[in-house]
């Protein structure tokens, strides 16, 4: 659990790593059921790793509810001495996938608040009515009710009188 900021807005985000091991994919995809936001995570000096983002956003696709958002990342960019992963291959695959991509590095703490904090923006922008009513804008039932009332046979531009 961790908590930070956005937009002047304190939330709450609930983090879970799957595990990346074949033999653990059964409970994996049970992870993906209740999840927002998914990180898609290569390490970029391991082509292997590039080449299986494949299989995970397809898994996504598959387990994941629909308007789930999604980043794609190229960790372990501290280490360039050993990369295998061009940055702009990773960009590339993000434009391909319609993602916003970071490369990150847990270790030099890298682009790490960053790519949480635009997670967590993305995922409230898709839950824009909920985020709309927390900040207590008009909510769309008030909207539906002045439309009844225009309709109404005493026209839009009627007083709203007390008639008891
Ligand atoms: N140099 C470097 N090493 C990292 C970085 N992030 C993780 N590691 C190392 O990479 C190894 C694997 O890290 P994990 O966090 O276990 O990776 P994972 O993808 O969760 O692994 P699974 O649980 O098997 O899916 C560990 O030795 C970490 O210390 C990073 O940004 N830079």
Redesign the pocket.
Known sequence: MKTIEVDGIKVRIQIW?????ERYQTITKQYYRRAQGIFL?Y?ISSERSYQHIVKWASDVDEYAPEGVQKILIG?????EHKRQVPKEQGLQLAREYGMDFYE?????NLNIKESFTRLTELVLQAHRKELDELRGLPRAPTLARLEEDESSPWGANTPKTCWC
């Open positions: 790593d799957t595990a990346g091991q995570v390490d960790n372990k960019a501290d280490e990150t590095s847990a270790c030099s």
